[in-house]
C-alpha cells in the first residue's frame, strides 16, 4: 500500500460510510450532550433522526454496485445496504420501544442509548466486512457494548448475572474466533475474504491448518447467532436483560453475525465442503430450541430459546451453498427482525415485575389482550408469522430457506425443519391462547395477580407494533421484491452448489 496516498483515499471513501459515520458521530454527540445536560430527554431523538436518515440513504443504495473501500477492507452496494438497513431500522424501533420503557424504570440514562449506536456501529462494520481484522473490529465493538447493555441496570441481581455470564462466554467465542483468523491467515498469508480463496492450498498440512482454523472461526459465529451447541448463554442472557434491549440483540446481532458469515462463505470459502457440518449444526440448532421452548413460563425465556430455533432455519438456508439458499437467507432475516422486535417490544408494555421480566409468567398476562387489544392483535400476529402461517412474512422467509436446500439434495434437512415449526406451533399459540382466551380469574389462585401500572404505552412505541405487523402482512404477499432484489446480489458471484 502506498501511504502517500492514503490519506486523500480514506477521504474520498467516506462517503460510502455515511451511515458508519453518522451513527458513530451522532453517538458521540449524545455523549457529550450527557455529560453537560445529564439525562437529557432530547438524547434518544437524536439517535432517532441519525438512524432514520442512516436508513434512508442505505434505502437509495439497494441497486448500487458491488465494490469495495478503504483498501477493500470493506465492502459497499447492493447487499450491504441491504443489511445495513435491517440492522438500523430494528436499532431506530429499538430506541422508540426503549423510551417508554426506561422510563418507567427510572433508568432512562442517556448513555444507553449512545451505546445502541456504537453497538450499530460495530455491527454496520460486521455485515459489510471484506476482511478478517474488519470482522474482528466489528464484532468486538458490537459485543463490548451488548455486554455494557445487558447488565447496565446495576442494582438487580438478574441483570449484573446476565451481563457476567454474556461477558465470560463471550470472551472465551472470541478465543476460538481469534485463534481460527490465526490459522486461516498460516495457511493462505492473507487476511482478505476473496485472496484466501484464491490461495493455493497446495499440501496436506496446509489444508488441514486451513480447515481447522474454519472449524473455529465457525465457532466463533455460531456463538454470535445463538446456534446449538453454543447456545447456552441465551435463555439466562436474554431473560435477565432490559426486554427492548433483549429485542434488539436477539435480531441486529443475528442479522450482522449471519451477513460476515455469508460474506466468507461466498467470498473466502466458496466450496462445498462445509455444507453438511453447517446442516448438522442447523438440526441440533431447530430441535433444540423448538423442545426446550416447550418447558418454558417464562415468555422471554420462551422467545430465548424460539431466537434459537430461527438461527437454524436460517442455517438450513445457508448449507445450500447457492444463490437461492444465500437470498432467502437474507430474506429470512428481514421478516425474523420485524417479528422479534415487535414481540419483544409488546412484553416490554406488559412488563409488572419491575425486573425486566425475569420473574414474569406467561400465565400472569391471562385476559391481557381484553384490556390491551392493539397489543394483543400484534403479538398475534407476530406469534402467527413465527409459526410460518400464511400469508404473514414468516411463512415466505421458510420457504425461501427451505426451498434452496430441497433444491440442494438437502431434502432429510427441511424435513426437520418442517417438523420442527410444526411443533413451535404449541408454545406460540399458547402465548395467543392466554392472551385472549384465558381469563385472570382462572390463573390467580395458582399465579401472583400483575400489578396494576403496566409501562405507559406511548404513541412512537405503540405505532411502532402497528408498523411491524403491518409489514409482516406486506412481507407476506408482496415478497417479490424483496426476494428478487437479494437474488440480484448474488447474481455474479461464482459459487459451488450442492453435488
Known amino acids: 500500500m502506498d501511504l502517500s496516498t492514503a490519506f486523500p483515499t480514506l477521504v474520498t471513501d467516506l462517503p460510502a460510510a455515511f451511515s458508519m459515520s453518522v451513527v458513530g458521530l451522532v453517538g458521540l454527540a449524545m455523549i457529550v450532550l450527557d455529560a453537560f445536560r445529564n439525562d437529557h430527554p432530547a438524547i434518544p431523538w437524536l439517535g432517532v433522526a441519525a438512524l432514520g436518515v ?37 436499532g431506530l424501533a429499538t430506541i422508540l420501544l426503549s423510551v417508554p420503557y426506561l422510563n418507567q424504570l427510572r433508568y432512562d440514562y442517556g448513555e ?166 453447517v446442516a448438522a449444526v442447523a438440526v441440533l440448532t431447530m430441535v433444540i430450541g423448538n423442545v426446550m421452548a416447550l418447558a418454558q413460563t417464562n415468555v422471554k425465556r420462551l422467545l430465548a430459546y424460539s431466537s434459537i430455533a430461527h438461527a437454524g432455519y436460517v442455517l438450513v438456508g445457508l448449507s445450500a451453498g447457492t444463490s437461492a439458499g444465500y437470498a432467502g437467507a437474507l430474506f429470512y432475516l428481514l421478516v425474523y427482525a420485524v417479528m422479534n422486535i415487535g414481540a419483544f417490544g409488546v412484553m416490554s408494555m406488559l412488563e409488572w415485575d419491575g425486573k425486566e421480566g425475569r420473574e414474569q409468567t406467561l400465565s400472569s398476562l391471562a385476559g391481557i389482550a381484553n384490556d390491551r387489544p392493539v397489543l394483543g392483535s400484534t403479538m398475534g400476529i407476530f406469534m402467527l408469522s413465527l409459526i410460518g402461517f400464511p400469508p404473514l ?56 395477580v400483575r400489578a396494576a401500572a403496566f409501562p405507559r404505552a406511548t ?20 415478497f417479490g421484491g424483496v426476494l428478487e432484489t437479494t437474488l440480484g446480489f448474488f447474481e455474479s458471484t461464482a459459487m459451488a452448489t450442492a453435488p
Request: charged share 10%; hydrophobic share 55%; glycine share 10%.
Open 54 to 90: 442512516s436508513a434512508a440513504w442505505e434505502a437509495t443504495h439497494l441497486g448500487a454496485p458491488q465494490s469495495t473501500v478503504f483498501f477493500e477492507t470493506l465492502r459497499t452496494g447492493g447487499f450491504v445496504a441491504f443489511i445495513n438497513l435491517i440492522i438500523l431500522l430494528t
Open 112 to 277: 444507553v442509548y449512545a451505546l445502541i449506536m456504537f453497538s450499530t456501529v460495530g455491527m454496520i462494520m460486521l455485515g459489510s466486512a471484506n476482511n478478517m481484522v474488519s470482522i474482528f473490529l466489528g464484532l468486538e465493538t458490537m459485543s463490548v457494548c451488548l455486554y455494557v447493555l445487558t447488565g447496565f441496570i446495576r442494582e438487580d441481581e438478574g441483570a449484573v448475572e446476565s451481563a457476567l455470564k454474556y461477558f465470560l462466554l463471550g470472551a472465551f467465542s472470541t478465543g476460538f474466533f481469534l485463534y481460527g483468523i490465526a490459522l486461516m491467515y498460516g495457511a493462505t498469508g492473507t487476511m482478505a475474504l476473496p485472496a484466501m480463496a484464491a490461495a493455493e492450498l497446495g499440501t496436506l498440512s496446509t489444508r488441514l491448518l486451513f480447515w481447522g482454523g474454519f472449524a473455529l472461526f465457525l465457532v466463533g459465529f455460531f456463538f454470535k447467532v445463538s446456534a446449538a451447541p453454543f447456545h447456552m448463554w441465551t435463555p439466562d442472557v436474554y431473560q435477565g436483560a432490559p426486554t427492548p434491549l433483549t429485542g434488539y440483540m436477539s435480531t441486529a446481532t443475528k442479522a450482522a453475525a449471519f451477513a460476515a458469515l455469508i460474506l466468507v462463505l461466498v467470498h473466502a470459502v466458496p466450496g462445498g465442503e462445509w455444507q453438511l457440518s
Open 393 to 448: 412474512g414468516g411463512f415466505a422467509g421458510k420457504y425461501f430457506v427451505f426451498a434452496p436446500a430441497v433444491d440442494a439434495g438437502l431434502t432429510w434437512l427441511v424435513v426437520i425443519g418442517v417438523l420442527m415449526s410444526a411443533l413451535s406451533a404449541y408454545y406460540y399459540l399458547r402465548v395467543v391462547y392466554v392472551f385472549w382466551m384465558q381469563s385472570a380469574d382462572d390463573v390467580e389462585a395458582t399465579d401472583p
Open 459 to 478: 404513541v412512537a412505541a405503540t405505532g411502532t407494533l402497528v408498523v411491524c405487523a403491518v409489514a409482516l402482512v406486506v412481507l407476506g404477499v408482496f
